[in-house]
């Protein structure tokens, strides 16, 4: 067998430049985006001398789906010190949540108060 000179490497063929000639190919790489969960809020129900008892049982049933025990257990909470934590929610549904809550306070003719805060 006679000696066969070195075959060369061969270069894969090249593209066009997609960049109008500017001579170089632009790798884009994927990043996966993270998200961040959004911000959650806690509405809290104050305590005040004229809202009836039952009323804020109601609320606390009708409004953050408590069934009566647990909503018995807030509305004393909130009678002895002052104030209790009805529900943790997003942003936008913790502010739904509270202008529902003082309208139908409101309506009913009861000073009770509700606030939404950072969690």
Excluded at 51 to 74: G, K
């Amino acid at each position: 067998m006679p000696d066969e000179p070195p075959v060369p490497p061969v270069k894969p063929p090249t593209q066009p430049a997609r960049d109008g000639g500017a001579g170089g190919a632009v790798v884009a790489e994927r990043k996966a985006q993270r998200v961040k969960p959004p911000s959650l809020y806690q509405v809290v129900l104050l305590n005040d001398d004229y809202t009836p008892m039952e009323f804020v049982v109601m609320v606390l049933q009708h409004y953050f789906q408590r069934d009566l025990e647990t909503a018995t257990h807030i509305m004393l909470k909130i009678h002895h010190e002052g104030r209790g934590v009805c529900g943790v929610y997003p942003k936008d549904v913790a502010a739904t949540k509270v202008e529902l809550v003082l309208a139908a306070a409101r309506r009913d003719g009861h000073p009770l108060q509700c606030i939404m805060e950072a969690a």
